[in-house]
């Protein structure tokens, strides 16, 4: 990601686009058992992300409590950072999704 991504938006949009990426693969790691498969799409407006998994169902995301640790955060970074992001149910698992334009992040 981070080499397609190089010269890719404004300053410091490669950096949340890795983070985001980072964020929906540990989640799909952690959660499914079944591995996922990222697939990135790049033009010069826009990013799209999309990570698959073979698992159905998500949770809708929560804020965990302040002195939870580290986990749980994942989709609520992706809320927060990028500029759409969302769910697809499949036939086997879902896709996860965000997308960011190519300006400064």
Known sequence: MRELLRK?????ASDVAELLTS???TNALIHTEHGAVVTATVVPE???????DFVPGLAPPHVPPADDGTHGRGLVLVEAL???????????????????DGGAA
């Open 82 to 100: 990028a500029d759409s992001w969302g769910v697809e149910d499949h036939v086997v698992g879902k896709v996860v999704w965000f997308e960011l």
């Open 23 to 25: 964020e929906l693969v």
């Open 46 to 52: 826009q990013l799209r992300v999309e990570v698959r």
């Open 8 to 12: 890719w938006g404004g300053p410091g």
